[in-house]
């Protein structure tokens, strides 16, 4: 306005109504404001979810023995990296087609583009987010499937074979499955719900890991004179750090899967899904606790984490309907799925190093077959239908990468490598060198 004062009459009167048009022409917040929050949400879910990476990194190497660390990190960064490769690739239009190549079952094969630089809000969609905000967040899911693979089958799996198998995982089989549902696909249509992956994210990694461990065979001497040989972990420290690290990250998870930030009652219900999956956590931890406390006279540290984990994966498929007290009872259970399932797995002398199938792929199960209890608009048929449908498709096109991959390359290390260790075979350096002998 001091400018204005100082212009002469005419002048201030031709200055006024263009003033006037340019303030007009500028978008307010009203019109810009879902699409910023929004944005602001998946980058920041986003960032929580890659978060997620290093709790995976840590559980693995905590659980694994200390002659195998290395390279089961070694294994996590390599996976990540492929996965946001593979993803900009093929993965996020193909789970995202803008036209299907089989409508509803297979999109396109075409990699992302994002926006110009200094996008204008007249050229921008705003009723989303930006499609790099979009595709960010959404490859962080893409990593995370991969990253479960990666701890059942440690401590005798090559390196390049199994990251090989994360090309075709994160290129090909997590894509098409999750468009069946994310994508507008056939699942999408029949009513299958699944608000942040239970089954397309956590089940699916369960049952790609199913696939590698049957094809891989266990550990030499985990199974023994029909006992199972318990073979400890080299820091549970660590293991617990890791816990504590994907329990952070999975706010992000969760959270950014409401997908809009835009209104009082989305940003509302970002908090109530926070508040559930805690809650669900929590439970699940506390279930296991006292479970193995029942049943060993003991609690078991590595039970309790896991547990955790299993009430996470089981809030996963509907974190944002249930009470409180719904999501309490759901995590529990997913706690108590942890504690009969290890076992079990063990007489079928399935060796999972950290307990990924009955965290991911059993505990994911329960949580998506639980959704209608507080979901109007699901059926429990439906929801078994999809999770059938994604799991056969998961395994199949897995046990017949990793069959192939056995007979054409070989899958796993000698067992003179197996019994000195990974770190030394496969990549000659080791976590705790002042540890070796000699």
Known sequence: MKFMKSLPLAAAAIALPSMGFAQDAAPGFDEIGPYIMTTLLFLVGGFLVFWMAAGFAMLEAGLVRSKNVTTQLTKNIALFSLAGIMYWAVGFNLMYPGEWIIEGWLGGFSPTSL?????????????YASVASDFFFQLMFCATTASIVSGTLAERVKLWPFLIFVVVLTGFIYPVEASW??????????GFSDFAGSTLVHAAGGFAALAGALVLGARIGKYKDGRVVPMPGSN??????????????????????????GTVGDITDVGRIFANTNMAASAGAVAA???????YKKPD?????????????SITAGPLDPTLFGALWIGAVGGVIVVVAVPMLDKLKIDDVVGAIPVHLIAGFWGTMVVPVYTADT????????????????????????????GLIGIRVSEEAEINGLDVTELGMEAYPEFSKG
Do not use: R
Not at 119 to 125: E, H, I
Not at 289 to 295: V, Y
Not at 301 to 313: E, Q, R
């Open 115 to 127: 926006e110009p630089v200094g996008l204008g809000a007249a050229d921008a969609s705003l009723d």
């Open 236 to 261: 549970l420290a660590l293991a617990t750090l890791g816990t504590f690290i994907l329990w952070l990250g999975w706010f992000g998870f969760n959270g950014g899967s409401q997908l809009a930030a």
């Open 289 to 295: 606790l006292l479970l193995t406390q029942a049943l």
């Open 181 to 190: 549902q994310w994508g507008g696909g056939w699942l999408s249509e029949m």
């Open 379 to 406: 059926s429990f048929v439906t929801q078994l239908i999809g999770f059938a449908a994604i799991g056969i498709f998961v395994f199949v096109v897995s046990l017949i990468a990793f069959t192939l991959m056995k």
């Open 301 to 313: 540290l590595t039970m309790v984490l896991n547990g955790a984990l299993a009430g996470l994966v």
